[in-house]
């Protein structure tokens, strides 16, 4: 649950901050949504950026303090397996694990907007949920209480003890 509170906590952070990027960004689209069809190749800019903006959000917190804002509130630490801090190699590969594992979500939502039948949507929707649900239902079953993304970039999460 420390987890779960951690990552609603960092989401609404880096909604905040997409969003004064998406502010800086509005006078170069001459009021136009950010969308291909509607700014050209600029909406393929203003998404790398926002992606850079994300990789140098948690990039910064966890390599340089091993704790983002909501880990800190939640009293968790990120580290390499030694203890010691994490490098960019590792956060790049944590960072693209949750990737892989967030795309059948965003493929899932896609669908669910699409002109599916009721009954393919609905299916579509919810396992599209399974690989990240499956990710964090593996830190029940890990005798390190790792999640696949940890495993797979060579960190772990601890959880501090309470102040004084």
Not at 34 to 41: D, L, M, N, S, W
Not at 155 to 164: A, H, Q
Request: charged share 15%.
């Amino acid at each position: 649950m420390r987890r779960l509170g951690a990552i609603l906590y960092d989401t609404v952070l880096l909604f905040g901050v997409l969003a004064v990027v998406a502010l800086l960004a509005l006078p170069l689209q001459d009021g136009k949504l950010a969308v291909p069809a509607e700014i050209g190749a600029w909406a393929y800019v203003l998404r790398a950026t926002q992606t850079l903006v994300v990789v140098g959000f948690f990039g910064y917190f966890w390599t340089q303090r091993g704790q983002t804002l909501g880990m800190l509130a939640w009293r968790l630490r990120i580290t390499n397996t030694a203890g010691r801090a994490m490098g960019w190699g590792q956060c790049l590969r944590r960072l693209a694990t949750l990737a892989v594992l967030l795309m059948p979500f965003f493929v899932g939502d896609w669908l669910w907007f699409s002109h599916w039948p009721a009954r393919w949507r609905y299916l579509a929707f919810y396992v599209s949920w399974g690989p990240l649900v499956a990710c964090y239902a593996w830190i029940w079953i890990d005798r390190e209480h790792r999640a696949w993304h940890d495993r797979l970039s060579g960190t772990r999460v601890w959880v501090l003890p309470k102040p004084g």
